[in-house]
């Protein structure tokens, strides 16, 4: 059965830290992975992955994907308060389904 | 266990028929949500409800419509007006409306042709 696990589910930080977030998964016919931050009602995306290797970057967050390992992860530097959130990876993969993991959730301390 | 769960996994339609995707939850949650999630795209907000008998739209209503008649209950219809159905939807759900914990279901793949 396909599925994504991230790790760690909680994390407590103090502002200025550099964190760095897990997501693994085995899913049939990989196509892509997803980072969303979520706040409030909907997610906002952050990456989309495809290639291995190959790093994206948004500001003070980056991701970067391991086809080889099954794996990726997204960093964030120099944490804010405003980052404070839950963090999801999503796994597209046969058929243009979608598995969600449960999420990290991150607490950035002034 | 406490969860939510989305039936079924894979849906078959033909175009012009109305389809209503199922979603269920049993944390004792007042708030549930509908996102579309389509290759390539983020999670699109369709419908939220905070408590029963309450629901808004989200950024993609058009050809949608949702019942919020228990609380642990959130069906969405994805009527014939909606002219892009084929789609990965995500119900999910959390204990306030403002709360950035939500629970998501498995997702329903729904397919129309």
């Known amino acids: 059965e396909d599925k994504v696990v991230q790790s760690p589910l909680s994390l407590v930080v103090h502002e200025g830290d550099t964190v760095t977030l897990n997501c693994s998964y085995e899913?049939?016919?990989?196509?892509?992975l997803l980072w969303y931050k979520q706040e409030k009602k909907a997610p906002t995306f952050l990456f989309m992955l495809?290639?291995?290797?190959i790093e994206k970057k948004s500001g003070r967050l980056s991701s970067i994907l391991d086809k080889k390992e099954l794996f990726s992860i997204l960093n964030i530097t120099a944490t804010q308060t405003g980052d404070s959130a839950v963090y999801l990876c999503?796994?597209?993969?046969?058929?243009?389904?979608?598995?969600f993991g449960p999420g990290t959730r991150l607490s950035v301390l002034p | 266990d406490g969860g939510i769960t989305q039936s079924p996994k894979y849906l078959f339609r033909k175009e012009g028929q109305n389809v209503t995707l199922s979603c269920e939850q049993n944390l004792n949650h007042d708030a549930m949500y509908w996102y579309r999630q389509d290759p390539g795209q983020g999670l699109r907000l369709i419908y939220y409800?905070?408590?029963?008998?309450?629901?808004q739209k989200g950024d993609i209503a058009e050809g949608y419509s949702v019942s919020r008649e228990k609380k642990e209950s959130f069906p969405l219809t994805v009527t014939s007006a909606q002219k892009n159905p084929t789609a990965f939807y995500l119900c999910?759900?959390?204990?306030?409306?403002?709360?950035?914990?939500?629970?998501f279901g498995p997702g329903t793949r729904l397919t129309v042709t």
């Open positions: 999910a759900s959390s204990a306030a409306l403002l709360s950035y914990e939500q629970y």
């Open positions: 495809t290639s291995s290797g």
């Open positions: 899913v049939t016919n990989f196509r892509s």
């Open positions: 409800s905070q408590i029963v008998n309450d629901f």
């Open positions: 999503a796994v597209e993969g046969y058929g243009q389904n979608f598995v």
